[in-house]
């Protein structure tokens, strides 16, 4: 009786034993699979993830990049190598305000003798540091008010840094999103959610952006494609949102050797002038909200 009953058991529980180590199994073959498709290019990520240490672009982007960067660098060596000749070691691009000094004064006699050639020279140089976000435009902005004088100055550091924009603009429209999604994830989404607010009064918020330090402008410029603001929107915003910090640049080229570091150009009152000036351009978007509410 005993032994009948102990088999019975046994027969019963074989079954369970067989579930149980059958669903062990089948347990530990899922989580072996998910370990290998993790890094699987068809597995499914979370949208917005970062890929720490992984570079962004794919090999046709970075093709691409690397086509529009070598294109642009044979139009400016040819440029270049077509201007009358000059002491090209002492001409090098400016990282602070010493150099600049030294620059101005090796080019005010060779911008003077020859004057187109020399502006198609910085016009060409502007543009391509704009276009691929080369520090030091700043610089180009304080020589211009230096060689050219305010108004002159003026129209070419403007001119040149929306020419620049725009073609940065274009370039990230083929290659940035994977870009700034890698730099600037959060400050992204900030500006994606910024935009998605003031679609109504678009061009207004635009300009409050290009007058104020809000966002840095080579952030803007990458980012903005990306966020689908219309080019004429952005075009427009930058050349006038750009009007009241050139000038200050500019003008401050004026008297260089007043100048000990670039931080100089923006103190409190400056800024302060910078912001009540963008606070105007979005006075109508404010004044707007207020109506609607009441």
């Given at each position: 009786m005993k032994d009948s009953f102990s088999s019975n058991i046994l027969v019963m529980a074989a079954p369970r034993n067989i579930i149980n180590d059958g669903g062990r199994q089948q347990q530990q073959r899922d989580e072996e699979n998910l370990l290998l498709?993790?890094?699987?290019?068809?597995?499914?990520?979370?949208?917005?993830?970062?890929?720490?240490?992984?570079?962004?672009?794919?090999?046709?982007?970075?093709?691409?990049?690397?086509?529009?960067?070598?294109v642009f660098s044979i139009g400016l060596i040819s440029i270049y190598l077509t201007m009358p000749p000059a002491q090209y070691v002492n001409i090098k691009l400016p990282r602070s305000i010493s150099d600049l000094r030294i620059l101005k004064d090796h080019l005010g006699a060779y911008a003077n003798e020859y004057k187109a050639q020399f502006i198609l020279g910085y016009c060409s140089t502007y543009i391509f540091m704009q276009t691929f976000m080369i520090p030091g435009t700043i610089f180009m902005s304080l020589l211009a008010g230096a060689l050219f004088g305010v108004l002159r100055g003026l129209l070419l550091v403007v001119l040149n840094a929306t020419a620049g924009a725009s073609s940065c603009y274009f370039l990230s429209k083929l290659i940035g999103r994977p870009l700034v999604n890698w730099l600037w994830?959060?400050?992204?989404?900030?500006?994606?959610?910024?935009?998605?607010?003031?679609?109504?009064?678009?061009?207004?918020?635009?300009?409050?952006?290009?007058?104020?330090?809000?966002?840095?402008?080579?952030?803007?410029?990458?980012?903005?494609?990306?966020?689908?603001?219309?080019?004429?929107?952005?075009?427009?915003a930058t050349l006038v949102g750009l009007l009241p910090a050139s000038f200050i640049t500019v003008r401050a080229g004026l008297v260089l050797g007043d100048l000990k570091s670039?931080?100089?150009?923006?103190?409190?009152?400056?800024?302060?002038?910078?912001?009540?000036i963008g606070f105007v351009s979005i006075a109508p978007t404010i004044l707007k909200r207020k109506r609607t509410y009441e």
């Open positions: 498709n993790e890094d699987s290019p068809t597995s499914k990520k979370p949208i917005g993830a970062k890929l720490e240490g992984k570079f962004p672009l794919s090999r046709w982007e970075l093709a691409a990049a690397i086509s529009v960067f070598l994830p959060e400050k992204l989404r900030f500006f994606q959610a910024e935009i998605a607010k003031r679609k109504d009064k678009l061009l207004n918020y635009m300009l409050f952006l290009r007058i104020t330090p809000t966002l840095p402008n080579t952030f803007i410029n990458v980012a903005s494609p990306i966020v689908d603001i219309p080019f004429h929107v952005f075009f427009l670039v931080r100089d150009l923006y103190d409190f009152k400056t800024l302060g002038v910078l912001f009540l």
